[in-house]
């Protein structure tokens, strides 16, 4: 009797530190019953804001070595969408299918953290332009376009970055939505040496998800959000807040859980055209790889 | 010396003055906007190059941490791969289907009536348009129903077993060969039945096209006899001209859905009962399948993938 076995479904998770409470993860989803498991990249320090160059067209180094360690990436193309005969042969030989494969970016957290929260600290609130249940503070105000400003510089590398993996080939992306910040002040005092309430850092990341998922919109990409999840009455429930900074992987899962949720309703993408061409051009008789490997004879 | 200097220094007013005429005409040593290319950014210049379809063009590469443009996109025509089909030469029952097929994007060919109706009575559409069939290897509809007026059902292995008959015929395999370029295999089978209904249809009952993998082309079995009333299938040709094809028990129309814009028109009196066919490549040494996967379309793989089983209808 053979023995029975199962592939996984992979996700791939690549971020910032809130990538590592994925990490090793795996559960059955609900829809088919499948394994899911996490392969996770911590990238320490990544942004959104260093996540692509758009001058010279670079991502992060780290970004394009995790793909490439995956055999997401070979020679600087989507492996999966490849008509080259080298990747066809390592397909072959992986005996699986290929398909896009799901990403999950986790960036943000330290653009809100670091240089947009720098313009509040415990000096300035700001008025958001959508309804919130966080109090407005007697402080001095900073125009909102400031702070669009601010969140539209941060996000812009990132925005560009994805664009360009879209236009890879890479349609399944999915980005974190950045977690609601811990309640704990004196663990903000001492991680940014400055205070800043936790009304004014929620209205941030709440300010900051809004702009990335609309951006994410408009390039066909989803921004996972858990937020109601994840908070009561706008703030972080202490059940997730877990060293001040991180979901714990319970509420990484919550993430993970929307990603599947989002990607089995949407297997139109699902289908890989570059390997059904190659597929036809066999059934047919013809050389599958002569349209697009110059014959040297 | 003085005779060499002399040249030299000929020789450099004449460089001088012919690189001033080339520099007035946007020209250097070389062309002005070659030099601006080789010293502009890759990441510029190979999005020049445009999106490389299906990553094809080996010859550009991309920076070390860069990512060159491929796309993942259904051909505009999914039978690109056959011949121009001579009926001459390749004699066939079915020749003209074919011509027609290549021509139109579209044929109908009669099947057994008597069979037709038949599996109208005996099949049973009892689900809804759910996908209880989910798989992360197949393209395929939401796993929750979107409409209330279409009613989907799997086919008994007695409709399988018939279906295998009739496209493992020689008629059918010489129109595949000719149609397709290559033999099909049914990547998959279902029964729809379209409700009559007023309203504006959702769904297939909408313009659309499928956007099928290449080599993959659909087809229609009508259960029933098909007038204006039950909903007729409609495509529009290459010059957007709609066309409506009504048909007896038994009619099957075979149309790449991807050429052709198109939609099972909502019924407004009738009820439309229908097989459901997707066919796709089948390699030279493969026996003809059916395959049955609920409301999933096709593979996301051709080469590898697994029959999905289906769900409890309780687990959505």
């Known amino acids: 009797m053979q023995p029975e076995f199962e592939t996984v479904l992979p996700v791939y998770i690549v971020g910032d530190s809130h990538s590592l409470p994925y990490r090793n993860m795996v559960f059955r989803e609900k829809w088919t019953g499948a394994w899911v498991m996490a392969r996770s990249k911590y990238i320490p320090s990544l942004t959104a804001h260093d996540f692509f160059n758009s001058a010279t067209g670079d991502f992060h180094p780290e970004l394009i070595g995790f793909l490439e360690y995956e055999g997401l990436v070979r020679a600087g193309r989507a492996t999966h969408l490849s008509t080259n005969e080298v990747d066809f042969a390592i397909a072959k030989a992986a005996g699986q299918p290929v398909r896009p494969p799901l990403i999950l970016i986790a960036v943000g957290e330290i653009d809100v953290r670091g240089p947009i929260m720098r313009l509040l600290k415990d000096t300035y609130d700001f008025v958001p332009p959508f309804a919130t249940t966080l109090p407005l503070l007697e402080k001095p105000l900073v125009p909102w376009d400031v702070i669009e400003d601010a969140i539209d510089t941060r996000l812009g590398p990132l925005i560009a970055g994805l664009q360009q993996l879209v236009a890879a080939g890479f349609t399944r992306v999915y980005v974190q939505g950045v977690v609601p910040p811990t309640r704990n002040e004196e663990r903000i005092r001492e991680l940014q040496s400055y205070d800043c309430p936790v009304t004014v850092r929620t209205k941030l990341v709440q300010a900051f998800n809004r702009k990335l998922g609309a951006k994410c919109r408009s390039i066909n990409l989803t921004m996972l959000d858990r937020w109601s999840a994840l908070t009561e009455d706008d703030l972080l429930r202490p059940e997730y807040d877990f060293d001040g900074v991180h979901v714990p992987p319970k509420g990484a899962h919550l993430y993970l859980e929307a990603l599947i949720d989002d990607a089995i309703n949407s297997r139109g993408l699902v289908a890989n055209h570059s390997r059904y061409e190659l597929y036809y051009r066999i059934a047919c008789g013809l050389n599958a790889f002569q349209a697009t490997e110059p014959n040297p004879a | ?316």
């Open chain 2, 1 to 316: 010396m003085a005779i060499t200097s002399m040249i030299n220094s000929a020789k450099r007013r004449l460089k001088g003055g012919f690189n001033g005429a080339l520099g007035g005409l946007g020209y250097k040593l070389v062309r002005a906007d070659t030099l601006d290319r080789l010293t502009t950014p890759r990441s510029q210049s190979t999005e020049l190059l445009g999106g490389t379809p299906n990553g094809g063009d080996r010859t550009v590469q991309a920076g070390r941490f860069q990512l060159l443009p491929s796309v993942n996109k259904p051909p505009t025509l999914c039978t690109a791969h056959a011949p121009k089909f001579d009926p001459q030469k390749t004699p066939s029952q079915l020749a003209d289907k074919i011509v027609a097929f290549q021509q139109e994007g579209i044929t109908v060919i009669s099947t057994g009536a008597e069979e037709a109706a038949t599996f109208r009575e005996t099949e049973r559409f009892d689900r809804d348009v759910g996908n209880r069939h989910s798989a992360w290897d197949w393209a395929g509809n939401s796993v929750e129903s979107y409409t209330d007026d279409l009613k989907a059902g799997l086919p008994s292995p007695a409709l399988v077993d018939y279906l295998h008959a009739l496209f493992s015929g020689g008629d059918f395999e010489a129109f595949f060969r000719g149609a397709l370029g290559c033999p099909a295999k049914v990547a998959n089978v279902r029964l729809v039945r379209s409700l009559p209904h007023l309203a504006d249809g959702v769904g297939p009952q909408e313009w659309h096209s499928d956007g099928c993998p290449a080599g993959v082309i659909r087809g229609v079995l009508y259960l029933c006899d098909v007038d204006a009333q039950t909903g007729p299938f409609q495509y529009k040709d290459e010059a957007g001209r709609e066309h409506t094809v009504l048909g007896k028990t038994g009619d099957l129309l075979i149309f790449d859905a991807t050429r052709l814009l198109h939609r099972g028109s909502p019924p407004s009196h009738k009820m439309r009962s229908a097989i459901d066919l997707v066919f796709m490549p089948r390699m030279p040494d493969e026996d003809m399948t059916i395959m049955v996967v609920g409301m999933n379309h096709w593979p996301a793989d051709p080469f590898f993938f697994k029959i999905p089983t289906e769900r409890p209808a309780d687990l959505r």
